[in-house]
């Protein structure tokens, strides 16, 4: 009841996912920190105060609190948010408290761009950036995707690729998901 959906309960019946992915765990690293040094400097500020200051030492562990409060909130935030793309569209849900969803046609997609850093090749994720027909798209910059290789390749192979090879994979999956008795929604 309180859970977001699921982000294929969004999907139409003649979709097919493609990726299914959320993004980096890079991308928690800067708040980690954050929250590490924060609560270090309130234990070492707690170790310093004479033992007389009991109200200081109170509000220093509320404040720690409410720091791994906020963390916490973070990393349930990024356990949520996921990117979808299928062969018809982009999909970013997200949200923990209310729900979002953003969502752009993979036909406006004009072109694609790849960017991956130094430190994105070290722990395996990249950009990639969607320009669609002059517009500016809630999807247009994905950061910190996890095997951007692969998500650009799909994208590529989705947006510009045979639509006529594309149809006949499909259908050549769906025959074979149904030789394996697997349950394929038409």
């Known amino acids: 009841m309180f859970a977001p959906r699921d982000p294929d309960d969004y999907l139409l019946s003649s979709e097919r996912r493609v990726i299914r992915v959320r993004r980096h765990w890079s991308y928690l690293l800067w708040d980690v920190l954050e929250a590490g040094a924060l609560l270090a400097g309130a234990m070492m500020i707690s170790y310093l105060l004479p033992d007389n200051a009991g109200v200081i030492q109170n509000v220093l562990w509320y404040v720690s609190l409410l720091v791994l409060l906020r963390l916490a909130y973070f990393i349930i935030e990024w356990w949520v948010e996921r990117i979808v793309v299928t062969d018809k569209r982009f ?88 030789a394996r008795g697997k349950k394929m929604v038409p």
């Open 91 to 178: 999909m970013l849900t997200s949200g923990v408290f209310e729900t979002k969803v953003a969502m752009m046609p993979i036909s406006k997609v004009t072109d694609l761009t790849y960017e991956r850093t130094v430190a994105g090749r070290m722990f395996g994720f990249g950009t990639l950036i969607v320009e669609s027909a002059g517009q500016i798209q809630a999807l247009n910059r994905l950061e910190y995707l996890p095997d951007p290789e692969e998500v650009y390749d799909a994208i590529s192979e989705l947006t510009f690729g045979d639509k006529k090879a594309q149809a006949e994979r499909f259908s050549m999956i769906k025959a074979q998901r149904a």
